[in-house]
C-alpha cells in the first residue's frame, strides 16, 4: 500500500515520548516500536523511501494504518513497547525463540506454608525463581540435597491439603525429607524460615550456613550427641556437594549477569550465564530471528528487555557484564535500576576474570547457534520445504537436488582463490568440494574470477561426458549454481556456461548485504521471506563456500609469507640461503647481482651462481606459470 494513503498529517502527531503500532489492512500490528519523540521518529518513516532499508520500505508498504500511545518518559515506552510486542508478536520485530523448556527451581514464597519444586512454566507473580539450570535432572539432584538440610514441603496443593484433612503426612515426612506443616509438626513461622534459607543459599549466601552448622557440629560432639553431630554432618555434606556442582569462576564473592551475542545475517544467539557469589547458578539463551536491520548494540537492549522483563528485583544484580553496550545505555541503566529498586551498572570487561568469564560465554552463544543451525539443517522434512521453495520461489525447471555455490576470495588483489562447495538433498557432501588457484590476467577482479572457475570447473565437467570412466569430481551436473555476489558474478557465470555451451543449469547470485537473490536477466532481485526455509539454505551454502575459500586464502598467503625465491633451487640448502642472505642483505640485491658477484658469497661456486642467477633471472619468472590447485576437503581435513 502507498505510505502517503495512510500517513498522518504531521501537525497531528505529538512530540512526546511515546509507543507506535504499524497495523495491515486487516487491523493485525505488524510493527511496535518506542520514540523518545513521536513526531520525529514517524515522519522519518514517510520521507524519502531510498533511504529507507529493504525490511524497513517493506513494512511501511505492508502497512494500511498507525497510531501511538504517549507515555511520560523513555522508560515508560521501553515497558510498554515490550508489553506489545509480547502481545501482538508482530511480524517485523525482532522475534525470540522460547526458553520456556529451561527448567528452574521454584518457591512460593507468597504461601502460608512455601512449595519448592522444579517447574519449566512461565513466571508467576509471587513466586521465587531460581536458574535455569541446562539439565532437569542437575536442579532436582539440587534440589533432593537441599532438603536434607532444609525440609520445605515440595508436595502439590492437593497432596497438602488431603495430608491436612487426614492427619497423616506423606513419604516424605516419615523419612524427614519433609518438616510437615501438614500436621503441625513446625508452625508457619519455622516452615516460612526453612524456605527463606533455601533462597539465601541460592542465592550465593552459603559460607554461612556451613559454618554455622560447623560450630553446632562441634558443640553437639562436644556435649557427646553425637546423634545430632551426625545429622549436622550429613547435612554439611550435602551443602558442600551442591556447591560443587557449581563451577568457580570469580575468586570474588559477586554476583554478576554475564552475557554474550553472536549475529549473522538471519539470526543471532545469546547466552547468559548467572553468577551467584563468585559461581555459575544458572545458564540460559535464545535464538533471535534478525526480522529488521538491527546493530548488535540494538540487539542488546531488546534482549536485555527479554532478560529481565517481569524478574523480582533480587533476581536482577547490581552488575551486568556485557560484550556490546546496548544502543541507548542511559535507558537500558534507568529502566534496570527501576526493575531493582537500586542502581544497576552495565559493562565490557576488558581485562581479568570477568572478561575470561565474558569469552567462555562467547563460546556457548557459538556453540548454541551451530547446534540450532545444524538440527535446523538436519531435519528432512525442513530441507524438502527449503528444496520445494527455492524451486517455486526461482520457478527451476527440477528440483535442486545438487546446488554448488562458487565463491572467490583475496586481500587487495593477492593470493586470488576460489571455493566449489557441493550440497546434495540440502546436505553438504565434502568429497566433491574444490577450491582453485586463480593468477594472471583472470585475478584482476571478482568477475573475471568467477568467468574462470566457472570455465575450469564446466570445461571439466564437459571433459568427463566424453571419457571412458567418468571424472566422479566433476562428473555431475548440479541443478542450480549459486555464486557468491550480485548481478555483475552471476553475469560472468552465466557467460562462463554459454562460452561452453551449456546452457540448462540454473544460475542465481546471493548478495550478503541484504540477502538478496539475483536471477540473470531480472533488473531487480527475488527478496526471499525473512525467515523462510529456502532462504536458510542459500546462506547456509553460500557461507560455507565462503569459509572454504578463506580457509585455502589464507592457507596460501601463510605460505607466500613464509616461502622464499631461493627456495627450490638445487644445491642450495638452509646454509647457503643464509650465507647469500647475508653477504647480499635481501632477495632483491641478489637477483640483480652477476654470476661472478655471486660467486664472493661463501660456498657459492660458479655453477651454483649460474644456476641462482638462471632461476631469479626476469625472463624465468615471467615463464613461471601457477599450477591449477583443484584438490577435494575431505572430512578428516575439515
Not at 552475557?259 to 538471519?266: A, I, R, T, Y
Not at 647475508?582 to 652477476?594: D, L, P, T
Request: hydrophobic share 40%.
Amino acid at each position: 500500500m502507498d505510505p502517503s494513503t495512510y500517513r498522518p498529517a504531521t501537525g497531528e502527531i505529538p512530540t512526546q515520548p511515546g509507543v507506535y503500532r504499524f497495523r495491515d489492512a486487516d487491523r493485525r500490528v505488524i510493527y511496535v516500536g518506542k520514540a523518545k519523540n513521536l513526531r520525529a521518529r514517524l515522519n522519518s518513516y514517510f520521507g524519502n523511501p531510498a533511504a529507507l532499508m529493504q525490511r524497513t520500505f517493506t513494512m511501511v508498504h505492508t502497512a494500511a494504518s498507525v497510531d501511538w500511545t504517549v507515555v511520560n518518559n523513555e522508560v515508560e515506552a521501553l515497558q510498554l513497547e515490550w508489553t506489545w510486542i509480547r502481545e501482538f508478536r508482530p511480524r517485523f520485530n525482532v522475534m525470540f525463540r522460547d526458553d520456556k523448556s529451561y527448567p528452574y527451581l521454584a518457591i512460593t514464597m507468597q504461601d502460608e506454608y512455601p512449595r519448592a519444586f522444579v517447574t519449566r512454566g512461565s513466571r508467576k507473580k509471587g513466586v521465587t525463581y531460581f536458574g535455569p539450570f541446562t539439565q532437569v535432572w542437575a536442579i532436582k539432584e539440587t534440589l533432593d540435597l537441599l532438603l536434607k538440610a532444609w525440609p520445605v514441603r515440595t508436595c502439590t496443593a492437593g497432596v497438602f491439603r488431603r495430608a491436612r484433612q487426614t492427619d497423616r503426612p506423606c513419604l516424605l515426612g516419615y523419612i524427614d525429607k519433609c518438616a510437615a506443616p501438614c500436621v503441625g509438626r513446625v508452625t508457619p513461622e519455622e516452615h516460612r524460615q526453612l524456605a527463606r534459607n533455601i533462597a539465601d543459599f541460592m542465592r550465593g549466601n552459603t559460607g554461612q550456613f556451613i559454618s554455622s552448622r560447623q560450630r553446632e557440629m562441634a558443640d553437639a560432639a562436644q556435649n557427646l550427641d553425637y546423634e545430632r553431630a551426625a545429622e549436622l554432618r550429613d547435612e554439611i555434606q550435602a551443602l558442600e556437594k551442591v556447591l560443587d556442582k557449581s563451577a568457580v569462576v570469580l575468586s570474588q564473592n559477586v554476583d554478576v549477569d554475564v552475557f554474550s551475542m553472536v549475529v549473522e545475517e538471519l539470526e543471532a544467539s545469546v547466552q547468559v550465564f548467572h553468577v551467584r557469589g563468585g559461581r555459575i547458578r544458572g545458564q540460559r539463551g535464545w535464538i533471535i530471528e534478525r526480522l529488521q536491520d538491527l546493530t548488535p548494540a540494538e540487539l542488546t537492549l531488546d534482549y536485555l528487555r527479554q532478560a529481565y522483563s517481569g524478574m523480582d528485583a533480587d533476581a536482577i544484580p547490581k552488575e551486568i557484564l556485557l560484550d556490546t553496550l546496548p544502543s541507548d545505555v542511559e535507558l537500558a541503566t534507568a529502566w534496570l535500576s527501576e526493575q531493582r529498586g537500586t542502581k544497576v551498572e552495565l559493562r565490557v570487561p576488558q581485562r581479568g576474570e570477568k572478561k575470561a568469564v565474558l569469552d567462555t560465554v562467547h563460546k556457548n552463544a557459538e556453540q548454541a547457534l551451530m547446534r540450532h543451525k545444524m538440527q535446523r539443517a538436519s531435519d528432512l522434512t525442513t530441507r524438502s520445504e527449503a528444496l520445494s521453495e527455492i524451486q517455486q520461489t526461482l520457478n527451476l525447471p527440477e528440483p535442486p537436488l545438487r546446488i554448488e555455490c562458487i565463491d572467490n576470495s583475496h586481500m587487495s588483489g593477492q593470493n586470488v582463490v576460489g571455493s566449489l562447495v557441493v550440497f546434495e538433498d540440502g546436505l553438504a557432501k565434502k568429497r566433491d568440494y574444490r577450491r582453485f588457484s586463480i593468477s594472471g590476467d583472470a585475478a584482476r577482479d571478482d568477475t573475471s574470477a568467477m568467468y574462470d572457475v566457472v570455465s575450469r570447473r564446466f570445461s571439466r565437467y564437459l571433459e568427463s561426458l566424453v571419457e571412458d570412466e567418468p571424472d566422479e569430481r566433476f562428473g555431475y551436473r548440479p541443478s542450480l549454481l549459486v555464486v557468491d555476489g550480485a548481478l555483475p558474478q552471476v553475469n560472468a557465470a552465466v557467460q562462463a556456461l554459454n562460452d561452453l555451451g551449456i546452457t540448462d543449469i540454473s544460475v542465481v547470485g546471493l548478495a550478503k548485504r541484504l540477502e538478496e537473490v539475483w536471477v540473470p536477466g531480472d533488473e531487480f532481485p527475488v527478496i526471499l521471506p525473512r525467515g523462510s526455509e529456502g532462504l536458510f539454505m542459500l546462506q547456509r551454502i553460500r557461507d560455507e563456500a565462503h569459509r572454504f575459500a578463506i580457509r585455502y586464502h589464507q592457507q596460501k598467503r601463510t605460505r607466500a609469507q613464509r616461502s622464499s625465491a631461493l627456495d627450490g633451487i638445487p644445491g642450495l640448502g638452509a646454509a647457503k640461503q643464509k650465507a647469500l642472505l647475508k653477504h647480499f642483505g635481501s632477495v632483491k640485491r641478489i637477483r640483480a647481482a652477476a654470476v661472478d658477484d655471486l660467486t664472493a658469497a661463501p660456498g657459492i661456486g660458479p655453477a651454483l651462481a649460474e644456476k641462482i642467477h638462471r632461476t631469479l633471472s626476469p625472463a624465468a619468472e615471467s615463464d613461471t606459470v601457477e599450477a591449477d590447485e583443484t584438490t577435494a576437503e575431505g572430512t578428516a581435513d575439515d
